[in-house]
């Protein structure tokens, strides 16, 4: 009978291989057990590979759109809150007006009033969400309306005023302007303000409004332009209280202004406001669009999770195992490194 035997560097160089290969399995166990999905998704997929790719890049695309609906919903909000300030100071500047009407002695409170409406409505129209200017139409990268202190439209309607009268507004000699006179030029310095000097001078926006895209075939309009009709009329209107109320205009001429400014206020007011519900109807298409993708999203994620994901218990179990396998290989290693006819001879 033959005696055959192993050598104990042999058994070594077999644990020490067995050992490598358990080490370099581990750390894709591990991933995994963190991941819920397979380390390698190509190799354990194999041909539904481009299927998980797929799958992926809707879910790619559905995110997308939904950050662009985020940032949508902020900006009609912010839409929402500044045309909000627009009626509040067409409001605060009626309520101004009818407290001095056939009494015009505490006119300056008017012009005070229409001042600072001017300011706020320009700091409203110049709102921005994310560096863009909500007013701005496509021109969106653009402050859409300028201040009219010193601007070419204020320059432009106090040159109007000088060649219907002759004089200077603040001139003393306006005290003798008669109400026909006042409301036939009220008429021609409107139709110049929207027609030339807003494009002149006032506004830098565009009146196209572009479509943004918040779901499959699904476009809205996130805003409107600071060049919509009754924006232009509000501003003219604040712009006129302003000048007039600041100037030496008698009382039948002060009353003709006045009236003629509540009455385009209370327009303009009754425009905006439609505006405002156009607005509230793209901020309810968007809500649905953003729930609708949600579902899709959470739809597509489970299909991904059953055609890649991996049972964490399941993996944590193998992870165990093979940690357990690799301390006991190297405790047999230490044991077999010490098997050596030297040793025994000691």
């Given at each position: 009978?033959?005696?055959?035997?192993?050598?104990?560097?042999?058994?070594?160089?077999?644990?020490?291989?067995s050992t490598?290969?358990?080490?370099?399995?581990?750390?894709?166990?591990?991933?995994?057990?963190?991941?819920?999905?397979?380390?390698?998704?190509?190799?354990?997929?194999?041909?539904?590979?481009?299927?998980?790719?797929?799958?992926?890049?809707?879910?790619?695309?559905?995110?997308?759109?939904?950050?662009?609906?985020?940032?949508?919903?902020?900006?009609?909000?912010?839409?929402?809150?500044?045309?909000?300030?627009?009626?509040?100071?067409?409001?605060?500047?009626?309520?101004?007006?009818?407290?001095?009407?056939?009494?015009?002695?505490?006119?300056?409170?008017?012009?005070?009033?229409?001042?600072?409406?001017?300011?706020?409505?320009?700091?409203?129209?110049?709102?921005?969400?994310?560096?863009?200017?909500?007013?701005?139409?496509?021109?969106?990268?653009?402050?859409?309306?300028?201040?009219?202190?010193?601007?070419?439209?204020?320059?432009?309607?106090?040159?109007?005023?000088?060649?219907?009268?002759?004089?200077?507004?603040?001139?003393?000699?306006?005290?003798?302007?008669?109400?026909?006179?006042?409301?036939?030029?009220?008429?021609?310095?409107?139709?110049?303000?929207?027609?030339?000097?807003?494009?002149?001078?006032?506004?830098?926006?565009?009146?196209?409004?572009?479509?943004?895209?918040?779901?499959?075939?699904?476009?809205?309009?996130?805003?409107?332009?600071?060049?919509?009709?009754?924006?232009?009329?509000?501003?003219?209107?604040?712009?006129?209280?302003?000048?007039?109320?600041?100037?030496?205009?008698?009382?039948?001429?002060?009353?003709?202004?006045?009236?003629?400014?509540?009455?385009?206020?209370?327009?303009?007011?009754?425009?905006?406001?439609?505006?405002?519900?156009?607005?509230?109807?793209?901020?309810?298409?968007?809500?649905?669009?953003?729930?609708?993708?949600?579902?899709?999203?959470?739809l597509l994620?489970?299909?991904v999770i059953?055609?890649?994901?991996?049972?964490?218990?399941?993996?944590?179990?193998?992870?165990?195992?093979?940690?357990?396998?690799?301390?006991?290989?190297?405790?047999?290693?230490?044991?077999?490194?010490?098997?050596?006819?030297?040793?025994?001879?000691?």
């Amino acid at each position: 009978m033959k005696a055959s035997y192993v050598s104990t560097a042999a058994i070594n160089f077999g644990l020490r291989n067995s050992t490598a290969s358990m080490q370099r399995t581990l750390p894709n166990l591990q991933l995994e057990t963190v991941t819920g999905r397979n380390a390698d998704s190509g190799l354990a997929l194999g041909s539904k590979t481009g299927e998980l790719a797929s799958l992926r890049h809707d879910i790619s695309v559905i995110k997308r759109l939904t950050d662009t609906n985020d940032l949508v919903s902020v900006r009609m909000r912010t839409s929402q809150s500044s045309m909000g300030q627009l009626t509040a100071v067409g409001d605060n500047l009626i309520e101004a007006i009818s407290l001095v009407l056939g009494n015009n002695s505490q006119k300056g409170a008017v012009a005070i009033t229409a001042k600072s409406g001017i300011a706020e409505m320009t700091a409203s129209l110049n709102a921005t969400v994310g560096g863009v200017f909500v007013f701005g139409g496509e021109n969106s990268d653009a402050v859409p309306i300028n201040d009219y202190e010193g601007s070419p439209a204020q320059t432009a309607f106090r040159g109007q005023f000088a060649a219907a009268f002759g004089f200077p507004i603040d001139s003393p000699l306006a005290a003798n302007i008669s109400k026909a006179d006042m409301e036939t030029f009220l008429v021609s310095a409107e139709s110049d303000f929207l027609s030339t000097q807003w494009a002149g001078g006032m506004s830098n926006a565009s009146s196209d409004v572009p479509d943004v895209r918040v779901s499959d075939g699904v476009t809205v309009k996130t805003s409107i332009s600071a060049n919509e009709k009754s924006v232009q009329k509000l501003m003219f209107s604040t712009i006129l209280a302003s000048e007039m109320y600041n100037s030496q205009l008698g009382d039948s001429a002060l009353d003709a202004v006045g009236k003629y400014v509540v009455e385009n206020v209370t327009e303009a007011s009754g425009g905006i406001t439609k505006m405002r519900g156009t607005i509230g109807l793209s901020q309810e298409r968007v809500e649905r669009a953003s729930a609708a993708l949600e579902v899709k999203k959470s739809l597509l994620e489970t299909f991904v999770i059953d055609l890649d994901g991996v049972d964490p218990y399941e993996t944590a179990i193998q992870v165990n195992s093979l940690l357990t396998q690799i301390e006991v290989s190297y405790s047999v290693t230490a044991r077999i490194q010490n098997l050596s006819l030297m040793q025994y001879l000691r």
